[in-house]
């Protein structure tokens, strides 16, 4: 992998210094996802656990909620950095939120020891169930009615 080429150096930047803010006093695994707008805004966002398992949110999603609520919808870059060895991918959660925005997602999964790969959503999630799916399944359902 080459450090800091292209996209990455911001994201990865932004990934680590928040990552470091993570609220994980259960699990103690950071994570930190730097998400990229078609704008080039970047919304950086850590994973927040919770006594309760289930209501836990990970870094990705939380920087989706975050650019989605600053009026962003198209995503084009994400770093996902973690802590442990190897890096960690997102989970399948993640996986379908990012694919509702954008399954031509560029992911560096990385790690604080600077492990990881580039990948796309594509390959992580290859029979994402997105929008334009669910268009065609509504549209095929009114024209049987």
């Given at each position: 992998m080459t450090r800091g080429a292209g996209p990455w150096r911001e994201l990865e930047v932004a990934a680590r210094a928040v990552r470091s803010r993570a609220y994980a006093p259960y699990s103690?695994?950071?994570?930190g996802a730097a998400l990229r707008?078609?704008?080039g805004r970047i919304f950086a966002a850590c994973n927040v656990e919770n006594a309760s398992f289930g209501l836990c949110i990970c870094a990705e999603r939380s920087a989706v909620a975050a650019a989605v609520a600053a009026g962003e919808h198209a995503f084009t870059h994400l770093v996902v950095m973690s802590d442990g060895a190897p890096?960690?991918?997102?989970c399948g959660m993640c996986r379908q939120t990012l694919a509702e925005f954008s399954t031509s997602l560029t992911i560096r999964i990385t790690n604080v020891l600077g492990e990881g790969d580039e990948v796309s959503l594509r390959e992580l999630l290859p029979l994402a169930f997105d929008g334009q799916k669910l268009k065609r399944t509504n549209s095929?359902?009114?024209r049987r009615t």
């Open positions: 103690g695994y950071r994570v707008a078609s704008s890096p960690a991918s997102p095929a359902r009114k």
